[in-house]
């Protein structure tokens, strides 16, 4: 009896290993990864490094990481158990400036299901900005001593009379400084998405295929051409009638003794719709807004304009239209409006 349960059992076993009930590869998928060139040359295309020479990263969604290397380096196949996984690409490592440094990369989330291979396509596109300055060759008699910078919260690039290369930045904030005899000058400040290549003129007065995941390159950008004159007595923002609305002023951090007008919505300091701090103001470019990184602060020093302004004590200047001079500064961690000399409220 005993050796009749006993060929049963083996039987049995024989029986579900064929069937492949132990077959490793239940529960698995796998993912093949090739790069594609664009049909046609872009305006930067000259740029973009060899594509086996990119870093491709595979991450489940529990932290474990499938593969970290180059793509000329990577199986042409990945067998991955079935779950979530994010694939990121770059041309290079970007973590401060640099000039001629463009980052091209995408990064998505990709499921693979079992026994399913995924169809996913990264669309490589330019992930950081970058900023080149023209810089008119009266400016060095203008000011001999000078020295340009370009700088972010990441770093500090000097600037020659004669560089011509565009100086690279992780998205956000950059700003032009001049150095004159040793004593730095904020020139401007703008804010830089990915992709976008601020080309600014400065002047001195006279005196995929199916199953595949497929990363295609595109280097297509955003250029922006500014020009800016120092000392050119630009009028903007310096009467109440050519005031700088909130989305104008964010943008030009250092500027001094402008106009700038918003909605009143609240303080910044603490920041909450309708808060009623009384040394401070957020303003807006429209009642609605709800976003503090959509606004700026706006400093109340204590006396007749903190009496009449504040939310606290004056309630019903909620939503009203502010027109403030000043010198626009981060002032509790956004953009503002300090030492106002100034102010018109409707």
């Known amino acids: 009896m005993k050796t009749n349960s006993f060929f049963a059992a083996a039987a049995l076993l024989a029986a579900i290993s064929c069937s492949g009930f132990f077959n490793n590869d239940e529960g698995q998928g796998s993912l093949v990864i090739h790069f594609s060139r664009p049909d046609a040359a872009t305006r930067a295309s000259a ?9 491709l990263r595979v991450v489940s969604d529990g932290g474990n990481v499938i593969y970290d290397g180059t793509f000329g380096n990577m199986p042409e196949t ?10 990121s690409a770059r041309s290079a490592e970007f973590t401060s400036p640099k000039f001629d ?12 299901n079992s026994g399913a291979t995924v169809n996913v396509e990264l669309k490589c596109r330019q992930t950081n900005a970058g900023i080149r300055l023209r810089i008119a060759p009266e400016f060095l008699t203008s000011y001999p ?3 340009m910078f370009v700088q972010s919260e990441d770093g500090r690039l000097m600037y020659s009379y004669s560089e011509k290369r565009i100086a690279y930045f992780n998205p956000g904030e950059v700003s ?14 703008r804010v830089l998405e990915s992709r976008e290549i601020l080309d600014v003129s400065i002047s001195a007065p006279t005196v995929s295929s199916s199953g595949n995941i497929k990363v295609s390159i595109d280097t297509t950008r955003s ?6 004159t120092i000392g050119s007595g630009d009028d903007h923002g310096r009467d109440l009638s050519g005031a ?19 909605y009143v919505i609240g303080s910044a300091s603490p920041f909450q719709k309708d808060s009623v701090s009384p040394t401070n103001l957020a303003i807006a470019g429209k009642t609605a807004v709800t976003s503090k990184d959509a606004c700026m602060s706006v400093e109340l020093k204590k006396g007749a304009m903190r009496d009449a302004l504040n939310v606290h004590d004056n309630p019903a200047n909620l939503g009203h239209k502010l027109f ?3 010198d626009i500064v981060k002032y509790y961690s956004i953009p503002g409006v300090k030492n106002i000399t100034d102010y018109v409220l409707q």
């Open 47 to 55: 740029e973009v490094p060899d594509s086996s020479t990119f870093l």
């Open 78 to 87: 990945l067998t991955v158990d079935a779950g979530t996984y994010t694939i």
């Open 101 to 112: 440094a463009p980052q091209y990369g995408d990064t998505q989330s990709v499921e693979v």
């Open 145 to 147: 001593q000078g020295v």
């Open 176 to 189: 032009v400084v001049l150095n004159d005899a040793g004593t730095d000058h904020l020139l401007f400040t």
């Open 223 to 228: 250029w922006i051409n500014e020009e800016f």
């Open 244 to 262: 700088l609305s909130v989305s104008e002023a964010r943008g030009l951090l250092g500027a001094t003794g402008v106009w700038v007008y918003g």
């Open 324 to 326: 403030v001079k000043g």
